[in-house]
């Protein structure tokens, strides 16, 4: 029983288009919500976080958001660069594990920005 | 620029061997985390130490794994014996408790044969 859902394996952009990469959770105690980039052969790096205090988030062309009564959540990136293909996995944690204990993990999405 | 350094980067062993994976945590975190990424379960929670006390090995399975901290600058994860099943890339993580984010070693890519 998967807690949180990225439900599309892959997405394909064009170089200085919008990446939309989204994630959905079934767990409302989640309260802290990250979003990790991974390069092949690299652990995965965090990229941006949001608390379920706010419902947006940005940090240079990354914005979270975050829908809390639809249980969902989406990575924006603009406009993206072929340095951005990765696979970006969203994370969850709820408040009895501490900050980031207990984190769950989605399965991923590979991210290709094409030229 | 601190990082999480994981040993062995690969290991390749036959069924029934034992295999052990080390991880020296960013000096200062607190917190260490075992993950296990395969295929078809993403990124896996195995087990969690805070201030080198175990809190959740409950993603371990628990007759053939082990994790330990024998001190502040080690952990070590452990299959005994190992199964061609337990083949994936094991990542070590580590973190502060309050707030800030986890950071991911480059992972022990481990085939059981």
């Known amino acids: 029983d998967q807690q949180v859902k990225q439900n599309s394996p892959s997405l394909s952009v064009q170089e200085g288009r919008i990446s939309i990469l989204n994630c959905d959770y079934t767990n409302s105690m989640f309260d802290y919500f990250l979003w990790y980039k991974k390069y092949p052969a690299e652990g995965p790096t965090f990229l941006i976080s949001i608390s379920s205090i706010k419902d947006k988030n940005e940090d240079g062309r990354f914005t979270v958001f975050l829908n809390k009564s639809a249980k969902h959540l989406s990575l924006h990136i603009v406009p993206s660069q072929p340095g951005d293909s990765a696979v970006y996995f969203c994370a969850a944690s709820a408040p009895y594990g501490g900050s980031q204990g207990n984190l769950i993990f989605g399965k991923g999405t590979k991210l290709s920005v094409k030229p | 620029d601190a990082r999480v350094t994981q040993t062995p980067r690969h290991k390749v062993t036959e069924m029934g061997q034992e295999v052990t994976m080390r991880c020296q945590p960013i000096?200062?975190?607190?917190?260490v985390f075992w993950y296990r990424q395969t295929m078809m379960q993403g990124l896996e929670l195995l087990a969690y130490f805070r201030n080198r006390a175990p809190l959740d090995d409950s993603g371990m399975p628990k007759d053939r794994f082990s994790a330990e901290m024998p001190d502040a600058t080690l952990a070590t994860l452990k299959i005994q014996p190992s199964e061609p099943r337990d083949s994936a890339v094991y990542f070590c993580a580590s973190g502060l408790v309050l707030g800030s984010p986890l950071h991911f070693g480059n992972g022990t890519r481990l085939t059981v044969t």
């Open positions: 000096l200062g975190h607190n917190t």
